[in-house]
């Protein structure tokens, strides 16, 4: 079959669902991750014709983004600081804006980062503190999950990446009482959450192929407490920072004037809050005093 002719039925299939720009970079990322074939293909060779074996592995993925689900875990892999990350239903899927919150430390720390000690909390796929081992000098990173299936993802992601992040389970609720995780016992010149944040009331604001396919657990907060797990890291940081520690968060685009009160509250000086690359107030920076 002619390989623009599935692109058409592409097209006619799915743009009512996700726009056509959005569907041009689903069938050119396919093409790529299966059949290693660039995106500009198609000019090239308008005529194209894939076999059989190919046609069943294309349209089997059109039948999944018909159900919503998420192109990262049709193929298996998110991209996240110019690194492939595997990805499935137990870990949130990367996003750019988190990657603008890791490109921040790596600003702040360019020419100051040997010896570095870094906490991730909330470690998911482990893309944060994976992507910060990769870019620093010598730093000894670590990073939590409560959960142990997410955790098995950011293991693997280590292992292919060739990293060397420690980490370990733990539940960031309860923190200030656990004091049997050694590796909670030292200090941190740097720690980061990008810790559930999304209110009950915004699910309806949220396309299905988030609800339906990545962690409830990772995403949502009650509307009456949407702060519960910032106001654990901040207070966990204000006690387990060197002093001029930075702690780095990200946060939810409605709450950050609320965010930057808690941080002011609790022994954080200079504290600079952030607008992501669509202008939303997406991430917050404090230095323990």
Known sequence: MLLREIKNIYHS????????????????????????????????????????????IIFQA???LK???PIQHIIGIAYFMDLEFKVNEDVLIPRP???????????????TAKNLTI??????????????YKNLTDAKVFGLDISADALKVAEENNR????SVKFFQADMLSLMSETSTKELEQKFDVIISNPPYVRELEKADMRNNVIDHEPSLALFVPDEDPLKFYNTV??????HLNENGCLYLEINQYLGKETKQLLEKSN????????????????IKGIRK
């Open 97 to 111: 804006e988190t990657e603008e919150l890791v490109r921040w430390i790596l600003d702040d720390f360019k020419d």
């Open 67 to 69: 159900l919503e689900k």
């Open 234 to 239: 901040v207070n966990f940081a204000a006690e």
């Open 13 to 56: 299939e799915l743009d009512a669902i996700y726009g056509k720009e959005e569907v041009n970079s689903f069938f050119y990322l396919l093409i790529e991750h299966y059949f290693d074939l660039e995106r500009f293909v198609l000019a090239i060779q308008p005529d194209l014709v894939i076999d059989k074996k190919q046609e069943t």
């Open 119 to 132: 906490l991730d909390m909330g470690t998911g796929s482990g893309c944060i503190p994976i992507s910060l």
């Open 268 to 283: 954080f000086k200079t504290i600079e809050l952030r607008k992501d690359m669509f202008g939303y107030d997406r991430m």
């Open 160 to 163: 292919l990446l060739g990293a």
């Open 62 to 64: 059109l039948s999944e």
